[in-house]
């Protein structure tokens, strides 16, 4: 079998880093606001939770929006098993008892039962939101080289 790459996706990795950064610009005004009017209970509060979307804006823009915007692979499937790397996991097929796709509230998941217990546990979820591409299509491509190798 042919290797297949799926990259991480421009779109999804953009719409969170606007998110974040949304969120950080709707609370300035209103930390300005605390700050001239000297209330330092709530200009430290908003600055904490500024800081803390600061931080997650800088991971989803290292983690996600560099990556997909460099054309690197997200999810890889090959003859002896696959690798998310945005989880940065390897799983070999023969690893693997059953594949499942679970919807979530944006995007759907491969949820993975191992056959015996391992480094993740019995269960190791994958999300594929920052991957590009048809969920449900990633899902039977997955599905399809899972039963190849256990054929």
């Known amino acids: ?3 297949v790459t799926y990259r991480y996706s421009r779109i999804t990795s953009s719409l969170f880093t606007i998110l974040f950064m949304g969120i950080i610009g709707m609370s ?3 930390l300005i606001k605390f700050i001239q009017a000297n209330d330092v209970v709530n200009w430290r509060v908003i600055l ?6 600061v931080l997650l804006s800088v991971y989803i823009v290292i983690k996600k929006l560099i990556p997909a915007f460099q054309g690197k692979v997200a999810l890889e499937l090959n003859s002896t098993g696959l690798t ?10 023969k690893e693997i008892e059953d594949i ?10 491969l949820y993975i039962t191992f056959k015996w217990e391992t480094d ?3 269960n190791i979820r994958i999300p ?3 991957v590009d591409g048809s969920d449900s299509k990633i899902y039977d491509t997955v599905l ?4 190849r190798a256990n054929a």
């Open 1 to 3: 079998m042919k290797t």
């Open 28 to 30: 300035i005004p209103n």
């Open 48 to 53: 904490i939770f500024d800081f803390l979307f």
């Open 84 to 93: 998310s790397y945005t989880k940065n996991v390897s799983i070999e097929w």
């Open 100 to 109: 499942e796709q679970r919807s979530g509230k944006t995007s759907s998941s």
């Open 120 to 122: 993740h546990g019995r």
């Open 128 to 130: 594929l939101g920052f």
């Open 144 to 147: 399809t080289y899972f039963k």
